[in-house]
């Protein structure tokens, strides 16, 4: 399994993390994020060679402008909270059925029955919150629990 993180680099605005930002502030009332930004996270379950993973992340996953990537490490820990949220297994992903179709017309390689790419979003939170404004944000704002999971975590300072 490869784990692709595309993020924004440093000083590059980020418009939906801008707004979901704002959501959480104007929505639920919790003012105290300093910066939060997203991390779009591809799971491929497949057999490729680490270069041609570069490649796929290269030329499908980013803008070379804006994003960077990480493979098999996170793109970023920097953060107070880490959120994760990702469908469950049993529902379409729709960006991960695009992927895969961008995937083979790359690379030629199709995905064979119990190879898959899932999608996943991170989303990296500065500031002082207690756990139950985390859990507000996943449950409120971030994830719809009939189709999706979330999970947290404390980053690294």
Avoid at 56 to 68: G, H, N, R, V, Y
Avoid at 121 to 147: M, R, T
Wanted: net charge negative; with cysteine.
């Amino acid at each position: 399994m490869w784990e692709i993180e595309v993020g924004y680099k440093e000083g590059k605005k980020d418009a939906v993390a801008d707004s979901v930002k704002a959501s959480i502030g104007e929505d639920l009332g919790i003012k105290k994020i300093n910066s939060l930004r997203i991390i779009d996270v591809y799971r491929i379950n497949k057999d490729f060679f680490e270069t041609q993973v570069k490649e796929i992340a290269e030329k499908l996953f980013i803008d070379p402008i804006t994003q960077s990537f990480s493979i098999d490490k996170p793109f970023s820990d920097k953060a107070d909270w880490i959120i994760e949220v990702k469908f469950h297994e049993d529902v379409t992903d729709n960006v991960a059925i695009a992927a895969m179709e961008g995937v083979h017309d790359l690379t030629g390689l199709g995905f064979a029955e119990g190879e898959n790419l899932r999608t996943a979003k991170k989303y990296l939170i500065e500031g002082k919150l207690s756990e139950k404004e985390v859990q507000s944000i996943c449950k409120d704002l971030l994830a719809n629990e009939l189709i999706e999971s979330f999970k947290y975590w404390k980053g690294k300072k």
